[in-house]
């Protein structure tokens, strides 16, 4: 039994291998990509939140500051005012004198220390300074003409003077608080104080806060990093250049622009600035980026601008990305090598499920190839119980054959013998009573005549008598037989039928032995020529040839007559037993069929030709005994 190979045979392998190979080309590098895609998108989202918390705090941290800033500006917006209410003020510039400049001088000195300004002081209509607190020192600005500044312009008009530059006598900055004095509605003066507000900055640098104040110009004047000072968060247009150069608002001073690295707006108050770093803040970092949250400060056209640090922040995003990535990383690994070992489980129960099936299979197979041979087994035993019966019954069928042919050759005999018989005995009858009356006129030499006719009809009689009884005989298988007394005695048989035709018999054979019965001999003999009489019935001029010749320890008889032949139909039959083609009970059909099993029988056969020049010939080929010189008739 054969078990279907291609049943446990696995896919075919070009297609597995190569989804294979793609999946080991490919799966990687999507891994990583997607590691550095989730990385930068958990970057972004951690960044984008960070920066949302960063200005909700920043933005309360902004109003704090602002209103601190506020505040400190605010302290001094009365001073200008208060001196109108001096009168020794109104004196000096009503009529400005020597005594009276000295009495303001003291006074401005005095409020100046109290209010903690850094200068206060008094100037006429045309700008010139009448009266100052630090008239003591080198560089006062008693007597400077200061027309030119921009809060006295505007305070000479009758408004407020705000205004941060740097001092033209001493190049110091700060803020310029200046106020129209005015008497009975009509100017007569300016009043003003000059603040420093370093200690803003200072406060500032202490509490490690990163702000800057701009003007109305977009300068920076006030900033926790000196290093930003004095210059512009917007570009300054050619016109804004020239005209802050002749107003010397801030000096000489170069108001180069803030120049970030990088610069993105994210709302109408915020913005990320990106500058290089400063070494003294950060010592680890090129670069340092900042929330920048400004908010306009109240009764001034500056601006406050709080700066949060992002770095911690982008830091904090970048560990969130990277653990992100991480975390896809491990998550894409555990899954794949899940899955991996999920397809070998399967693949190992699939292998299992296959094997058992096939031994399924095998097994009913084998059940069904058993019951299959076992069928067959009793069908072959049926077959060999069948044929033994069919052999039995075969030999039986040929035993009653050989009785029924001999029956019918001594039907076939008794008939010819009595015909034999009957002749001679009434002759003899004829004879004898002759003789009697030849006896009784004494004519003796005629009855003694007639006596010897008698004696030799009784011979004859007796011949007959005598092959009757040797047909008769029951054969002996182990018996040899001779060929030449086997032909005599079947011619002896068929005298009578021989005598009555005009026969030429041609005897071309050997005086040999064969292995076979004499008796069984002379009966297919018998058979063979007495067929062949019948066939030559009709024949005028019948004749029978019986030629002889050996090969290969055989003997083979040829009976060969002139007769009428057998037609093609009945060449099939010959054979069969009970086949005949002769008129009512003249035969058998046991003639053949008997000769043809006796010589089987001994080891030998009996077979048939047609000749082409007309007639049959019967060819019995037995086994020799032994051989003696050829005899001729
Ligand atoms: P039976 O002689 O009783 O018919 P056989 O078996 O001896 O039976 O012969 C069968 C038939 O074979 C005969 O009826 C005859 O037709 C044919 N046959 C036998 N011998 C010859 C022959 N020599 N020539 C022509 N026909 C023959």
Redesign the pocket.
């Known amino acids: 039994m054969k078990c279907d190979p291609n049943q446990f045979r696995a896919p075919p392998p070009s297609l597995a291998v190569k989804t294979r190979l793609i999946r080991q080309l490919f799966l990687p590098p999507l891994v990583v990509a997607l590691m550095i895609g989730l990385g930068f998108i958990g970057f972004w989202i951690s960044e984008y939140y960070g920066i949302r918390t960063l200005s909700d705090t920043g933005e309360r941290q902004l109003e704090l500051h602002a209103r601190t800033v506020e505040s400190e500006l605010g302290k001094y917006t009365y001073l200008p005012s208060l001196l109108e209410l001096e009168s020794s003020v109104s004196k000096l510039l009503a009529e400005p004198n020597q005594e009276t400049r000295k009495t303001v001088n003291d006074y401005l000195e005095g409020l100046n220390r109290r209010s903690r300004s850094r200068a206060i002081y008094v100037m006429d209509t045309t700008g010139r300074v009448l009266a100052t607190s630090n008239w003591r020192d080198a560089d006062s600005y008693q007597g400077e003409d200061l027309s030119f500044r921009a809060y006295f312009q505007n305070a000479v008009r009758g408004q407020p003077g705000r205004f941060y530059g740097i001092g033209s006598t001493n190049g110091e900055p700060g803020y310029y608080l200046a106020h129209g004095l005015e008497e009975h509605g009509k100017i007569i003066g300016v009043a003003v104080v000059k603040v420093r507000l370093e200690a803003l900055e200072e406060r500032w640098q202490r509490a490690r806060l990163e702000a800057f104040v701009s003007d109305e110009n977009g300068i920076i004047i006030l900033s926790s990093d000196p290093a930003r000072r004095l210059k512009a968060v917007r570009p300054l247009s050619d016109d804004t250049r020239d005209r802050l150069a002749h107003s010397l608002q801030y000096y000489w001073a170069t108001l180069n622009e803030l120049e970030p690295l990088a610069r993105e707006r994210l709302n109408e108050v915020s913005e990320t600035l990106t500058f290089p770093a400063n070494s003294e803040v950060v010592n680890d970092a090129h670069e340092v980026s900042y929330l920048a949250q400004t908010r306009p400060l109240l009764d001034t056209p500056w601006h406050f601008t709080l700066l949060t640090p992002l770095n911690d922040l982008r830091r904090a995003a970048i560990n969130q990305g990277i653990l992100v990535a991480v975390a896809f990383g491990l998550v894409a690994f555990l899954l794949i090598a899940w899955n991996e070992r999920r397809k070998v489980i399967a693949t190992r129960l699939a292998a299992r499920e296959a094997l058992q099936e096939a031994n399924s299979q095998l097994e009913r197979r084998i059940a069904e190839r058993t019951s299959d041979l076992r069928a067959s087994n009793e069908r072959l035993k049926g077959q060999i119980r069948e044929r033994r019966q069919a052999e039995e019954t075969l030999r039986r069928a040929q035993d009653e054959l050989v009785q029924a042919g001999k029956l019918?050759a001594i039907g076939q005999m008794s008939t010819s013998i009595a015909h034999e018989l009957n002749q001679p005995l009434a002759a003899l009858r004829t004879l004898s009573g002759n003789t009697v009356r030849f006896l009784e006129r004494g004519a003796l030499d005629t009855a003694s005549a007639n006596l010897k006719t008698i004696n030799e009809l009784i011979d004859r009689m007796g011949r007959i008598t005598a092959s009757l009884r040797s047909f008769a005989r029951r054969g002996d298988d182990q018996s040899q037989a001779s060929l030449t007394k086997a032909v005599d005695a079947a011619f002896q048989v068929l005298g009578a039928r021989v005598d009555s035709q005009p026969l030429s018999v041609h005897r071309d054979f050997a005086t040999v032995q064969l292995q076979i019965d004499q008796t069984r001999l002379e009966q297919i003999l018998v058979?063979?020529i007495?067929?062949?009489l019948?066939?030559m019935q009709d024949q005028p001029s019948p004749e029978l040839w019986l030629e002889g010749s050996s090969s290969e320890g055989k003997y083979r008889l040829r009976v060969r007559?002139n007769?009428?032949?057998?037609d093609a139909e009945?060449r099939k039959h010959?054979f069969e037993p009970f086949?005949?083609?002769?008129p009512g009970e003249?035969?058998?059909?046991?003639?053949?069929?008997l000769s043809a099993s006796l010589a089987a029988a001994t080891g030998g056969n009996l077979a048939v030709e047609h000749p082409a020049s007309g007639?049959?010939a019967?060819v019995l080929s037995l086994p020799l005994a032994g051989i003696q010189p050829t005899e001729s008739t």
């Open positions: 019918a058979n063979l007495g067929n062949a019948d066939a007559d007769g009428h032949g057998v009945a010959l086949f005949t083609t002769k003249q035969g058998l059909g046991l003639g053949l069929t007639g049959t019967f």
